[in-house]
């Protein structure tokens, strides 16, 4: 769907009508436009409401779907378990999980085995996820078997069918993918209840976990306590599930994309071999926290892949009120559809715009720096949202770049390339579920000697 609408971009323009299921939806791609869009939430613009309604039937019903003053006291008390303190307390459980990742990959290197990219890397998100976020230690990598891995696994597409279905069929009678789907539902949900069950009394047995929690969880019920109008049951879980969701997924299919264009692009790939093994020295991985937060070209690439292959490649709003905009006058309750990687691949930019170029992220700051860099660049950077933008950026950017940093630094420093791709040696196809993710990637790696 998202190549479909960029595609017409190229032909129509910036701005564009289409009709879906008798219903005017207006199409922008305009950087400025869609930035202009994103600061104004959440008083002016909303998640589509279908959205909204299609989440709020899982039981998700957290900071992603809330709106106005409910978004407003949600976002202060998750943020709070994102503060860089707490990601600092958390790091030794991600060390733990980066070291199972190692022992996997090893294995997969000595028997010469081409590994299923995105399962792996997914596996080791969800791990990190319920780890820092809710203190338990599932081992996904090394008990594949897992049943909580599979359920999730189920969530994200049957989420994008109802979403986009011009009739909520399943509210009227169920399908056989529809009763799988309440079945995998229910196992999660009993999960998550379960985790925060476990949280809560651990809180009441150890007081001292409400000023030094150990995970994001513990945070969150802290942040409730101090606070007044603290989360509600409902919204803890729904909370829960969508840090589970999030964390296991947008992270894992960034991974895979840098992975992929970085084999693709060698010259980049030599660069950063030398800089982790500069900055690690002997180190299999980033020992501590601020070494992790320090490797900055990996931040470069990872940038850089999410520039070209965003994992949130379109965003569905509409408007609280009346608006202009692109010069269309719309009533409230348009759809608009913000397109947010065609202005970083136009074929008018300078320099490349379609070519992997981590160099471009480098930040300028001496004003006879600024004659050397590029405008193209610094236009497609400033950009460039893959977390959002203006009030509702994703809270939890700072851990998914935290995690990239961990896996591509311990993967370059243990490990030489040889191969990411599909069968078919093609460019991987791109699919929408939600997030959007290669299709069929494989890779194989060589221990690296000395």
């Known amino acids: 769907m998202h190549e479909q609408l960029e595609g017409w971009a190229v032909q129509y323009g910036p701005a564009y009508r289409i009709r879906l299921a008798q219903r005017n939806v207006l199409v922008v791609s305009n950087a400025e436009t869609v930035l202009g869009v994103l600061r104004d939430r959440p008083n002016a613009w909303r998640r589509m409401r279908a959205m909204q309604e299609a989440i709020a039937e899982t039981g998700a019903h957290g900071l992603f779907s809330a709106e106005g003053d409910d978004w407003r006291r949600q976002?202060?008390?998750?943020?709070?378990?994102?503060?860089?303190?707490?990601?600092?307390?958390?790091?030794?459980?991600?060390?733990?999980?980066?070291?199972?990742?190692?022992?996997?990959?090893?294995?997969?290197?000595?028997?010469?085995?081409?590994?299923?990219?995105?399962?792996?890397?997914?596996?080791?998100?969800?791990?990190?996820?319920?780890?820092?976020?809710?203190?338990?230690?599932?081992?996904?990598?090394?008990?594949?078997?897992?049943?909580?891995?599979?359920?999730?696994?189920?969530?994200?597409?049957?989420?994008?069918?109802?979403?986009?279905?011009p009739f909520p069929w399943w509210r009227y009678f169920k399908l056989p993918s529809d009763?799988?789907?309440?079945?995998?539902?229910?196992?999660?949900?009993?999960?998550?209840?379960?985790?925060?069950?476990?949280?809560?009394?651990?809180?009441?047995?150890?007081?001292?976990?409400?000023?030094?929690?150990?995970?994001?969880?513990?945070?969150?019920?802290?942040?409730?306590?101090?606070?007044?109008?603290?989360?509600?049951?409902?919204?803890?879980?729904?909370?829960?599930?969508?840090?589970?969701?999030?964390?296991?997924?947008?992270?894992?299919?960034?991974?895979?994309?840098?992975?992929?264009?970085?084999?693709?692009?060698?010259?980049?790939?030599?660069e950063l071999v030398e800089q982790v093994d500069a900055i690690l020295g002997s180190s299999a991985m980033p020992a501590t926290f601020d070494e992790a937060r320090g490797l900055e070209f990996i931040e470069r690439c990872t940038n850089e892949s999410m520039r070209l292959r965003p994992v949130a490649p379109v965003l569905f709003l509409e408007n609280?009120?009346?608006?202009?905009?692109?010069?269309?006058?719309?009533?409230?309750?348009?759809?608009?559809?913000?397109?947010?990687?065609?202005?970083?691949?136009?074929?008018?930019?300078?320099?490349?715009?379609?070519?992997?170029?981590?160099?471009?992220?480098?930040?300028?700051?001496?004003?006879?720096?600024?004659?050397q860099s590029h405008s193209s660049d610094r236009d497609q950077t400033k950009a460039s949202m893959p977390f959002g933008a203006g009030p509702r950026m994703c809270p939890g950017r700072y851990l998914a770049m935290l995690e990239m940093k961990m896996v591509v630094a311990m993967l370059v420093k243990n490990f030489e390339l040889i191969e990411v791709g599909n069968d078919e040696g093609t460019a991987p196809q791109e699919r929408l579920a939600f997030t959007m993710f290669p299709v069929g990637l494989r890779m194989k790696l060589r221990e690296r000697r000395g």
């Not at 290197?109 to 791990?127: F, K, N």
């Not at 007081?207 to 994001?216: D, F, G, T, V, Y």
């Not at 299919?253 to 693709?264: D, G, I, K, R, V």
Request: hydrophobic share 45%.
């Open 75 to 165: 976002r202060r008390l998750v943020m709070s378990a994102f503060d860089p303190a707490h990601l600092k307390r958390y790091f030794p459980t991600m060390v733990r999980a980066t070291e199972r990742l190692k022992e996997r990959l090893s294995r997969a290197a000595r028997i010469g085995e081409a590994i299923d990219l995105q399962s792996v890397l997914m596996r080791y998100t969800v791990d990190v996820t319920a780890g820092l976020a809710f203190g338990i230690d599932i081992n996904t990598q090394e008990h594949p078997d897992n049943p909580l891995q599979g359920h999730l696994d189920q969530m994200f597409p049957m989420l994008m069918r109802r979403i986009n279905a």
């Open 320 to 371: 609280n009120q009346d608006t202009v905009l692109e010069g269309v006058a719309l009533p409230e309750g348009t759809l608009v559809i913000c397109l947010m990687r065609r202005f970083h691949v136009e074929d008018g930019q300078e320099q490349d715009p379609r070519e992997f170029r981590p160099g471009r992220w480098v930040q300028v700051s001496a004003a006879n720096d600024l004659a």
């Open 179 to 270: 009763r799988a789907f309440d079945v995998h539902l229910s196992k999660v949900q009993v999960a998550i209840r379960e985790f925060v069950a476990e949280a809560r009394k651990r809180v009441a047995a150890e007081p001292a976990l409400r000023e030094h929690p150990s995970n994001l969880l513990e945070a969150m019920l802290a942040a409730g306590d101090r606070a007044s109008g603290g989360l509600s049951e409902e919204e803890l879980q729904g909370n829960v599930l969508t840090i589970l969701l999030a964390g296991e997924d947008t992270t894992a299919n960034t991974l895979a994309w840098t992975l992929y264009l970085l084999h693709a692009n060698r010259p980049a790939l030599r």
